[in-house]
């Protein structure tokens, strides 16, 4: 038995550490931790300040997902103060949150994924010739014929569509040559390259992966174009309380958005989808294809017994989150849990979330048993506690091993994470994109998605192609570490043409006469009630989010937020056992274990961002109002 | 792998002369403060050193000046950190980590003492021993301060690693601070922002790769070519400003007309930054162009200066001070008023006792 | 009535006067015009190159009334130079100065009938001087912003550092707002007070500032401070 520390997990958001028990002789996980090692203490901040203001600074939490939490923000505040956001403003913010999720997708595919799966090194021996014909067979192979609604065609051909050319591939091969023999490595430094799980893909792989690597980390930053276009920068974009900043006019020259600017928006949308389809779909279901042939079916965990979702893009805008009328219209209707997807989907159970849900202390809870907090009362940490009557008091205790500022060993027994666990009906859930689909799948197959919108067929015809790609039944390939790195491929293409379908609804409002970008009425605090409460839902990138407020007296007097990755990289319970990135870590082999190479791979599947999910508590330990940016944490509403 | 590929060497393969070689030796020169008959000593060892190393530390951080980093139009991130740099050590785009990624950074540090840039990104954190940002097992301020004393220079990205950032905001929950105060003197290059422009940052990575030596500096660390100018000072809307046309919501018809949002809380007046001139995506866009205000991101304490959508402070019912300042106009007039007729009856009494002859004045 | 005797004391030098007299309507022009700035009003205007009333034409104003301020300044050092009236500074150095503020605040409290005699009273001295700190912080900071324009300059070496001593240039341009206020509550009480001492004493407070002199009954406590007094 061998304890294995990686730490710092880079290619990551923020700060995060795992720890696992292998044994040697089966390459089995028989413990693992998950902790978040920072925290940054956002809603503290947030607490006395301008609600109009808010978006601003909690968009901080994150850059990667940068807009989500803006988003998310805005819609908390929107609900408690009943604004309805003009149509213009919910498509214009439709089409940024998907070109989000596509760029932040393809940027977590290639450039925090990738080097788990091929290396620059194997890349060395490929064949530039042999890769040529390899790009064309697998476009030849592993495209998805997907597209939402036809609607005004813009572009005549397809012009980012991969190179597949020996002597490209020549070139990229010379240049990674020049790297690894001047030995200074620079980002390539420092990993297992000579792991035996490199071993699984052929040179050429290697070398078209390496390839599209450089090819992405250059095109990229053209994919979120419409977050310049219409918030003024990336990352970071500007949002208003009310709907955008960027007005229409098509009347004025110096005006934010004109015809001009909307085609800068409409070749984004193109290129988009030119992306996901031509490379970032093929070159994975090429790799997942080859992994699953050679049985490399793990690191699934918990997706296999729970996952959670709150749902996608609201077609029209309501005044109300709270009451539940923003579940009933969503363009992807995945709220709810689904339980035992891994027995197959006829036998999984799936549960709606509703707006009363989210309240209920029944549903919703967390426990602090092994997080750096402690709960005062009689029933002290034993019992988690709903948000209403949470508490955020802290208890560092340092590790296991090591001193306090010089870890060894964190105490897996004890507390070891500035996250907390959140509870589903005491029990742990996955959320994300893989979430997302099982959900929409199951629900689709169980007869539960009457009305299917374009998307939420899309999704199930998506999932069905890949099914038949690999030859194997979703309810064995989805909840594995390639299902959840493939189901946000999916989600990608997905979002590529959601992007499309709002903007030519965009197109089509404008045509109306409708110009109205933002809805200023109930900008004055004169006409808002003196308290208010609020709650924002956004389908991020990785996974469910949201923002809860309450508003006094014109100034925020509480703020938490609900976060994906804490869902996902929460440490253990005592009685809901472990969270998903353990269970995910303990469902994985390890071949070498000084070279936990599998285990940051299934983490990296997630696409973990720490600074979203780290806790909050003030630092005499003392407990404060505005806590947490755990799920429910600071649900409560007593100031 | 131990065959480290030389500057000349990097030149040449670059597509460059030996004599552009030569001028950045004669440059480098200079910049270590070297005397000209030095510049043959220069050459012999540029001609065995490699390409600018960099190291990126991530302290309290979004990592959002790591994604604008890579959101570069020219350069490129790919032509930056594949040909022009070699970035040994970053969270976000290195392929290791654990234990044999620290490993690498203690090498790296090793290996190129006193010739690597450090660049930052993220505020330190000091309460309670640095233990709110652990990363290897160890608080980040430690690292901080062990790698910034090996570096030749150290670039502060955003600002957050200049100022402390969101984080240090008030309360300040974590005691975050800007990296200064933890470098000792090494030469800092302040690059603020929440984010910096990409090419603001790849800018000056490549200022040093080109011109081999740090760019000229205001006296608050930041590089002059990029934070001389005022965002109002370089705003396309400022004739809009200077005409008095604004927009007085958002979304009005002033917003729509593409008029100064001056009246919105814009930060442009009090904002260095190059949004005015260089802008986002390469002249794509701006936070004004796209019709909102100003935050001032690369403001030191922009996020306690709220709030961000006034021109100036608001206090509680009576709002900014325009309306507290007329307010205490008032009462002090109000207090004049009853003061004077306080006055007249004291005259009064007065002259009625100088008729008295019960003269008296003052002490006398 | 009582016919007084009084001796005339000059105090003011012209170049007092009329630096008293600039900064008056300076001051004023300056307070009006920065408001204007910070919140300009709604003009109809048509398009941005020809307006009736421009914020750049209020921003003109406001820098000539500026730099007329800070020339009469100049002239109003050369009268601090050459004549003893014109040093205004409190006393604050020595000891009978602080029971003589006490007297003079009591008065003013109506707590007392009347003060001693003074030519200048330490009350008003100390207000002046409150008056010139104001002065300065408003030229240090407006110049911090004015010449900032182009941070290269001479003016930008000169003045830059307050922007980094206040922590940001938002905190220059609060601070000029402030003080303007802090200044306009001091306008106020100078002027009542001025008219006030004219009303209760007789002594010429309000003439002074064009003559130059003042008349008073009783020899004032800080006579030695300027030329003897001539009887009228």
């Known amino acids: 038995m061998k304890h294995v520390v990686v730490d710092p997990v880079t290619r990551i958001e923020g700060h995060l550490r795992v720890e696992m028990q292998v044994d040697e002789a089966s390459g089995k996980v028989t413990d693992s931790i998950s902790s978040g090692t920072a925290w940054r203490g956002l809603e503290l901040i947030l607490h006395d300040r301008d609600p109009r203001d808010a978006w601003a600074y909690i968009q901080r939490i994150c850059g990667v997902c940068t807009t989500a939490h803006a988003l998310a923000c805005v819609r908390a505040v929107e609900d408690a103060l009943g604004i309805k956001i003009p149509k213009n403003g919910n498509y214009i913010r439709n089409i940024m949150a998907a070109s989000l999720t596509v760029q932040d997708h393809i940027v977590h595919f290639y450039h925090l994924h990738a080097l788990d799966w091929v290396s620059p090194v194997a890349a060395l021996s490929a064949n530039p010739e042999a890769t040529a014909n390899l790009q064309n067979a697998v476009l030849k192979t592993y495209k998805l014929p997907f597209s939402g609604p036809a609607g005004t065609v813009t572009e005549a051909f397809r012009k980012e569509v991969p190179r597949a050319t020996p002597s490209y591939f020549k070139g990229i091969q010379d240049k990674v040559k020049a790297i690894v023999e001047s030995g200074q490595l620079g980002i390539f430094s420092a990993q297992w390259w000579d792991h035996p799980d490199y071993n699984l893909l052929p040179p050429e792989v290697h070398l078209m992966a390496v390839a599209h690597y450089v090819e992405m980390l250059d095109k990229q930053r053209e994919l979120v174009t419409p977050h310049v276009v219409f918030g003024g920068k990336n990352p970071h974009p500007h949002y208003v309380v009310g709907g955008m900043p960027c007005s229409i006019s098509m009347d004025d020259g110096n005006s934010p958005i004109n015809t001009a600017r909307l085609d800068i928006v409409d070749r984004a949308v193109n290129l988009a989808r030119t992306l996901v389809n031509e490379y970032y779909l093929p070159d994975l279901l090429a790799i997942g294809h080859i992994y699953v042939q050679k049985g490399m079916t793990d690191g699934g965990g918990l997706a296999k017994e729970r996952v959670m979702a709150f749902g996608q893009f609201p077609l029209e805008t309501t005044s109300t989150t709270q009451d539940g009328t923003f579940f009933k219209n969503l363009l992807i209707r995945s709220n709810g849990v689904v339980e035992n997807f891994g027995q197959g989907v006829m036998k999984a159970k799936f549960t709606e979330i509703t707006g009363d ?62 996250l907390k666990t959140p509870l589903w009906h005491m029990k742990m859930c996955e959320v994300g994109p893989l979430a997302h689909y099982i959900i929409i799948y199951t629900k689709a197959k169980q007869g539960l998605l009457p009305d299917m919108t374009w998307a939420e067929k899309m999704m199930v015809d998506q999932i069905e192609a890949v099914s038949k790609v690999l030859g194997l039944a979703p309810e064995v390939w989805l909840p594995t570490m390639v299902g959840r790195t493939a189901a946000r491929a999916l989600d990608c293409q997905l979002n590529a043409e959601v992007e499309k379908f709002f903007f030519d609804k965009l197109i089509e409002n404008i045509k109306s006469g409708d110009t109205q970008v933002a809805s200023m009425d109930k900008w004055d605090p004169s006409t808002w009630p003196k308290r208010a409460v609020g709650v924002g839902l956004y389908e991020a990138p990785r996974g469910g989010l949201s923002h809860w407020i309450t508003i006094e007296n014109g100034k925020i007097s509480n703020y938490q937020c609900v976060v994906p990755t804490t869902w996902n990289a929460c440490p253990r319970d005592d009685k809901a056992g472990h969270g998903a990135y353990e269970l995910a870590m303990m469902d994985t082999k390890v071949k070498i274990a000084d070279k936990p190479l599998e285990i940051v791979k299934v983490i990296r599947s997630f696409d973990p961002c720490m600074a979203c999910a780290t806790h909050l508590f003030n630092e005499k330990g003392e407990k404060i109002n505005v806590v947490t940016t755990d799920p429910y944490g600071g649900m409560h509403v007593d100031a | 792998m131990e065959k480290r590929e030389t500057m000349l060497e990097s030149y040449l393969r670059r597509g460059l002369s030996r004599r552009t070689f030569i001028k950045g030796c004669v440059a480098l020169t200079t910049m270590m403060g070297l005397s000209t008959d030095m510049v043959s000593k220069v050459v012999e060892a540029a001609e065995k050193k490699p390409l600018p190393v960099v190291i990126w530390l991530h302290g309290h951080e979004c990592t959002g000046c790591d994604e604008s980093f890579i959101r ?122 929440c984010p910096p422009i990409p090419e603001v940052m790849t800018g000056v990575v490549m200022h040093v790769a080109l011109f081999g030596k740090i760019p000229p500096l205001d006296s608050e660390g930041r590089p002059k070519q990029f934070y001389g100018n005022r965002i109002h000072d370089t705003c396309y809307r400022r004739p809009f400003f200077d005409a008095g046309m604004f927009a007085d919501s958002y979304d009005d018809e002033g917003a729509k007309k593409g ?51 006034a021109r100036l402070p608001e206090y509680g019912p009576l709002g900014d001070i325009d309306k507290i300042g007329a307010g205490l106009a008032v009462a002090t007039a109000a207090g004049v008023a009853v003061h004077a007729a306080a006055s007249v009856v004291q005259k009064q009494q007065r002259d009625k006792d100088k008729e008295n002859g019960k003269e008296q004045v003052g002490n006398k | 009535m009582v016919k007084e005797e009084r001796r005339i004391y000059y105090l003011f030098s012209p170049f007092l006067r009329i630096f008293h007299w600039i900064m008056a309507v300076s001051i004023l022009v300056m307070f009006v015009s920065g408001l204007l700035i910070t919140k300009p009003v709604y003009i109809n205007a048509l398009e941005p190159t020809y307006t009736l009333f421009l914020v750049d ?136 007070m001025a008219i006030r001492a004219d009303f209760m004493e007789g002594e010429g407070e309000i003439s002074s500032m064009f003559n130059g002199t003042k008349l008073l009954e009783h020899e004032p406590k800080d006579a030695c401070e300027v030329e003897p007094p001539k009887t009228k």
């Open chain 3, 57 to 192: 034409v209020t921003r003109s104003v406001h820098f000539l009334a500026a730099f007329v301020f800070c020339a009469s300044l100049i002239l109003r050092v050369y009268g601090y130079i050459i004549n003893r009236g014109d040093r205004l500074f409190p006393r604050v150095l020595e000891g009978h100065f602080y029971s003589e503020t006490v007297d003079v605040a009591l008065h003013y409290m109506l707590l007392k009938k009347s003060h001693a005699p003074f030519l200048r009273n330490p009350l008003a001295r100390m207000s002046y001087a409150g008056l010139y700190v104001m002065a300065a912080i408003e030229i240090v900071t407006g110049f911090a912003m004015y010449n900032m324009a182009d941070p290269n300059t001479i003016g930008g070496f000169l003045f830059g550092w307050v922007n980094t001593v206040l922590g940001g240039e938002y905190m220059t341009h609060v601070v000029h707002h402030y003080c303007a206020w802090g200044i306009m509550l001091f306008v106020i009480g100078h002027i009542y």
């Open chain 1, 357 to 418: 849900d989210l309240k209920n202390p029944e549903v919703f809870g967390e426990a602090v048993t092994h997080a750096w907090y402690e709960y005062e009362g009689k029933d002290g940490d034993a019992q988690p506690r709903h948000p209403w009557e949470g508490q955020t008091k802290a208890k560092y205790t340092g590790p296991k091993v090591g001193t306090p500022t010089d870890w060894k060993e964190l105490n897996e027994k004890g507390k070891y994470s500035w």
């Open chain 2, 259 to 309: 008029w100064c949002l001056y009246k919105l809380g814009c930060r442009g007046p009090e904002t260095y930054n190059s949004c005015g001139n260089l802008r986002w995506y390469q002249g794509m866009s701006y936070p004004i162009q796209s019709g909102a205000a100003c935050i001032g991101c690369s403001n030191a304490h922009f996020w306690d200066e709220g709030p961000m959508f």
């Open chain 2, 72 to 193: 570069s139009g020219a350069p490129l991130a790919s032509d930056l950190v594949l040909t022009n740099i070699a970035l040994e050590y970053d969270h976000l785009l290195s392929a290791g980590s654990g234990e044999p990624f620290e490993h690498h950074l203690e090498e790296t540090v090793k290996k190129y003492w006193g010739q690597y840039i450090l660049a930052v990104e993220g505020a330190v954190s000091t309460t309670d021993n640095g233990t709110f940002c652990m990363s290897g097992g160890k608080p980040f301020v430690e690292t901080l301060q062990r790698v910034a004393k090996g570096a030749a220079a150290i670039i502060a990205y955003g600002t957050c690693a200049t100022d402390g950032g969101i984080q240090g905001a008030k309360p300040n929950p974590t005691g975050s601070a800007g990296i200064k105060h933890y470098t000792g003197t090494k030469p800092i290059i302040n690059v603020p922002g």
